[in-house]
Every structure is written in structure tokens, then in C-alpha cells.
């Protein structure tokens, strides 16, 4: 009965909820290029918008770096994190930050898309220490704020998230993982794809990990 009223609670409203794949979120800085990849500013934001979110699909990854689609935390999206001086150093993570390069450079190949290509382009020459003067704003944003938080990245006042054609990329993306084959407790039918309604959840029981699927 419960699970009756919940999932006719969520039928009725499931326009007040993100699509699967999804999620609201509030980031808290905005990176922002030109279509070559030039840095032009990075400020603080303080709205809340719809982003891509991994925890809704298992990606496979077993390796503990697992970089999201089109933004991400500072040490995927610039590579840096805050030392025990409480001082934002860009450069010290490079493995996630390679992994998110990577990861959008595939992103790029696969649809030609002139924003992401203008983010990788960007993220490379960072990555070698030729940013000086993106670095020098940026580090005094982040100092600042003094908080980690995630980055959203803007490409000629665009989100890229928001673009057409990533967009249907990721939904791409997140169809080919839909979820495992069971019983659905709610319509008692078989072999049926369950799909996770939230990212894994801490202090499961009989699990052995930090987080775990409920």
C-alpha cells in the first residue's frame, strides 16, 4: 500500500522532479570560455539548475576516479584541491583531471560538438601550466570563497550542459545503463528494469564499501 501511494504520488507530480539521469543541483563557480577555448572569467554562481548525474547509473568504474559529464567537483574540473594551508592549489590532482579530459575528448569525437572541444582544448593547455593568468583568477575566486564546490562550465554564454546535442548525449548515455533486470515490487511484474531513483546511500547493511545501492 505504501509503495501503491508513493509511486501514484510520484505519477501525479513527476513533473516536479528531474528526469531520470538528473538531478537539481547548486553549483558554486562558473567557468567560462570563448568557442577557441579561451579563458574569459570564473565567478561564483548561486542558482540552481538540472545536471547530468552519475549516481543515478553504474558507469563500471572500479578505479575510485570516475569524472561527470559536462561539470564536476574541482578536482575533476581544474585538477586542484585545498592543501592543509586552506589555500586552493591548482595542479595537484592531475589523475582526475586527465580522466575528465579524457573523458570529454570522447564526448567531442562522438558529436562533433564545438563547446565541449572548446572546453578540452582549454583544459589541456591548462593541464601543462599555460593558463598563468586564468590560474592567477581563478586560485583568487576559490581562495576567496575558501569551498570546494562544482564547476559548471559556460562556452560563449552557453552552459554546455544545456546544449541540444550533449543533452542527447547523455540521455544517450544513461539509456545504456538503464538499471538491472527483477521484480518490480510495486507491479509484481518480472524481469523488468529497475532503475536507481537516488545515488548510493551510506551505512547500508552487510555492505562493505562507504555507499551502496538501497
Known amino acids: 500500500m505504501i509503495l501503491d501511494s508513493l509511486y501514484d504520488f510520484f505519477q501525479k507530480h513527476r513533473k516536479m522532479f528531474p528526469k ?80 575528465f579530459i579524457a573523458l570529454h575528448e570522447k564526448v567531442s569525437e562522438q558529436t562533433n560538438d564545438t563547446a565541449v572541444k572548446a572546453l578540452v582544448e582549454f583544459l589541456k593547455r591548462w593541464s601543462e601550466g599555460k593558463e598563468t593568468e586564468a590560474k592567477t583568477a581563478i586560485q583568487e575566486t576559490i581562495n576567496e570563497k575558501k569551498r570546494a564546490g562544482m564547476v559548471v562550465v559556460s562556452v560563449d554564454g552557453e552552459y554546455i550542459h544545456e546544449r541540444p546535442a550533449l543533452i542527447k548525449y547523455w540521455d544517450k548515455v544513461v539509456s545504456d545503463h538503464e538499471g538491472l533486470k527483477g521484480t518490480c515490487l510495486v507491479t509484481g511484474k518480472a524481469q523488468v528494469t529497475l532503475r536507481r531513483i537516488h545515488g548510493k546511500v551510506r551505512g547500508i547493511p552487510g555492505t562493505t564499501g562507504s555507499r551502496a545501492p538501497l
Open 20 to 99: 531520470y539521469g538528473w538531478s537539481e543541483c547548486q553549483p558554486m563557480y562558473k567557468l567560462c570560455l570563448n568557442s577557441k577555448g579561451q579563458f574569459e572569467s570564473f565567478s561564483l554562481l548561486a542558482s540552481t539548475m538540472n545536471l547530468p548525474n552519475n549516481g543515478d547509473i553504474d558507469l563500471g568504474n572500479t578505479s575510485g576516479v570516475c569524472p561527470s559529464y559536462y561539470q564536476g567537483a574541482l578536482k575533476y574540473v581544474l585538477g586542484g584541491e585545498f592543501g592543509k594551508d586552506k589555500v586552493f592549489h591548482a595542479g595537484t590532482d592531475i589523475k582526475k583531471l586527465q580522466a
